[in-house]
């Protein structure tokens, strides 16, 4: 499995010290963030797309081209890129650019966002989500995948012989997780191209979760992709931790009571019991983490949320020591307890080639082959 946070940016006013960052000392703080993950051992950084206040990483692309510099051993990914209000040809290179620049250290997650004005900030109809998901999706994967590209569709103009540069690394595309939090459709659609399907899982109960993954490992089985079991997943999850659970549930309280997510809603004690979100003890989010696979199966990616409500610089990378210290090293330990032998590993650049590399051999045999019964008839 692979461990590892995703941020949201969101730029949020201390409640406890009526501090507020700016734009400028707020990326600094996600820059130092998504360096410290690396440093305690984590896999995975997550940077998410917003174009809306309060949250500022309007350019995903750049924050992780600056990390790929700046790390060795980092996954740099994306908590959302939206499909929707992008043009997959500027999709195609940038992520085929950055695969470049992090030596394949990267992936990205696709989804349509939860901010309804987006739409028509970027010229589209907020009605047609679901259909603009689908055809850029199935644009953005042809322009990987082929030389060059014949192409006419409903929401952009047509493409005639067009080649997107850079051509992804070691001709193997990005990998692709869609991510969603309610829309069977965009778990059918990763289901129908063998994709991942990222459930974000920090909003609502596990019995809505394990429908939604429940219902991808179907499909995925159903397109002939592997069995249920073998489908790739991932969960979001959030947790606020201190090595007394009450000193936790305490100091987090005045950030979450105001936190842009979910604050001036349901009580901390509330949202902690009918969502994955944890406060308490390492021990507790060892606990609760591992209940997840209960419901969502043995599974290959576990991202928390630890930067947000306005939380201070140092209590976060204080987070991150106790994540990367004492909780992940027990997770990798448990998880890789009874993991049945056909479940894949998390899905990276190299595994990635060495399948496509071995599924060339596969053809190669096989065109052998049928040229060798062709001379045996002809000859006979």
């Known amino acids: 499995m692979q461990f590892g946070i995703f941020s949201v940016g969101d730029i949020t006013r201390n409640p406890v010290t009526g501090e507020e ?37 309007s350019s995903p692309v750049a924050i992780n081209s600056w990390l790929a510099a700046k790390t060795e051993r980092l996954i740099l990914s994306t908590a959302t890129t939206l499909i929707t209000t992008n043009d997959p040809v500027r999709i195609a ?3 085929a650019m950055l695969q470049h620049l992090s030596g394949g250290r990267m992936d990205l997650t696709l989804g349509r966002g939860n901010t309804g004005p987006v739409y028509p900030w970027f010229g589209e109809d907020i009605r047609q989500g679901i259909p603009l998901a689908l055809e850029k999706y199935a644009l953005l994967r042809r322009l990987w995948r082929e030389e060059f590209v014949d192409w006419s569709g409903q929401f952009r103009t047509p493409l005639q012989g067009f080649q997107s540069t850079p051509r992804p690394l070691d001709g193997v595309p990005p990998f692709v997780w869609h991510g969603s939090i309610r829309s069977p459709e965009i778990a059918e659609q990763a289901a129908y191209y063998g994709d991942g399907f990222f459930s974000n899982h920090i909003f609502w109960p596990a019995e809505h979760t394990a429908k939604m993954i429940g219902y991808y490992r179907q499909r995925f089985e159903h397109y002939g992709h592997g069995t249920a079991a073998q489908a790739i997943v991932g969960l979001g999850g959030q947790a606020f931790m201190r090595k007394n659970s009450q000193d936790a549930v305490n100091e987090f309280r005045p950030y979450f009571n105001e936190a842009p ?12 019991a009918q ?4 406060v308490g003890s390492p021990q507790q989010v060892i606990d609760r983490t591992l209940g997840f696979r209960e419901y969502a199966g043995d599974y290959q990616r576990q991202l928390w949320l630890m930067d947000h409500a ?4 140092k209590t976060v990378l204080e987070q991150l020591d106790l994540l990367g210290g004492e909780v992940v090293p027990v997770l990798r330990k448990e998880f890789a307890k009874n993991r049945p032998a056909g479940v894949p590993d998390a899905p990276t650049h190299d595994n990635l080639k060495a399948a496509a590399a071995a599924a060339a051999l596969v053809e190669k045999a096989a065109e052998k082959s049928a040229e060798d019964v062709e001379l045996m008839e002809v000859g006979s």
């Open 21 to 57: 960052p700016t734009d400028a000392s707020r990326l600094q703080d996600v820059l130092r963030i998504a360096q410290h993950a690396e440093e305690v051992g984590l896999d995975v950084f997550a940077m998410g797309e917003h174009h809306n206040p309060p949250f500022m990483p």
């Open 93 to 95: 290179e940038e992520y």
């Open 261 to 272: 997510v979910y604050g001036n809603g349901p009580s901390l004690e509330d949202f902690t």
């Open 275 to 278: 969502t994955p979100l944890t």
């Open 310 to 313: 306005g939380l201070p610089l």
